[in-house]
């Protein structure tokens, strides 16, 4: 519907791997973001790519990093899980950071961790 | 941290009856935005008020905003069972980020 995809749509890793979730944002989107939603709760920012740089970030560790690639893809990797980072993952990409613009939202990759 | 506190928590009612749900901030803010989540899934956006902007229309949603009480209200006019979700209010806050600070959100349940 929003026209962004996200990447594997559910996932299941144990305490102390790494994973990578992946987002294609709407053509033309030169901004996305990433956040993590725990049950029951409202997402929470993680951080902002612009340009492929980042532009903000949440309170969130360092083990917690991205990138946006020219072609309006993204990546969210996570060091060292911890079982409280099982949750959904949501990317969301909007048309440009300084228009304040709608951001639009893929459906979420949902990471349990064991 | 959560900027957004949406009221009430949960919501019930019938089909055909009108549901507001309300939302509280903290922090002066650019827009506020509504959006509506379905069984855990990705966000849906469902209107959005500037901050220079009191009442505004989509459909059968009506949403209003009052900065000076740092408060906004949605309300969705003669519900349908497929308006059942989670709906949460996001504030986009003044400064240098485009990023959104989004309350807990309001399970809204139509009964049919």
């Known amino acids: 519907e929003t026209g962004v995809t996200q990447s594997p749509t559910h ?34 920012f993680i951080f902002q790519y612009y340009r492929e740089e980042e532009n903000g970030r949440g309170n969130f560790p360092p083990r917690f990093s991205g990138l946006q690639f020219p072609n309006y893809s993204s990546e969210l990797n996570v060091n060292a899980l911890e079982l409280d980072d099982s949750a959904l993952y949501l990317c969301a990409s909007s048309l440009a950071v300084t228009k304040k613009e709608t951001q639009y939202f893929g459906p979420g990759t949902r990471l349990l961790v064991l | ?39 855990g899934r990705g966000l849906v ?35 349908r069972a497929a308006d059942t979700a989670s709906y949460f209010c996001a504030t986009d806050p003044t400064g240098a980020n485009s990023k959104l600070t989004f309350g807990k959100g309001i399970t809204l349940s139509v009964r049919p």
């Open chain 1, 11 to 44: 996932l299941i890793k144990t305490r102390g791997q790494q994973v990578t979730l992946r987002c294609s944002s709407q053509s033309g989107h030169n901004t996305v973001s990433w956040y993590q939603q725990a049950l029951g709760q409202g997402p929470q």
């Open chain 2, 1 to 39: 941290s959560q900027q957004g506190e949406e009221d009430p928590q949960a919501l019930s009612i019938q089909e055909g009856e009108n549901a507001t749900m309300n939302c509280s901030y903290k922090t002066s803010i650019n827009n506020l935005q509504w959006y509506r989540q379905n069984s």
């Open chain 2, 45 to 79: 956006h469902l209107i959005l008020i500037r901050s220079n902007e009191r009442e505004k229309h989509s459909g059968r949603l009506r949403v209003t905003l009052d900065t000076s009480k740092k408060s906004s209200s949605l309300l969705i006019t003669a519900s």
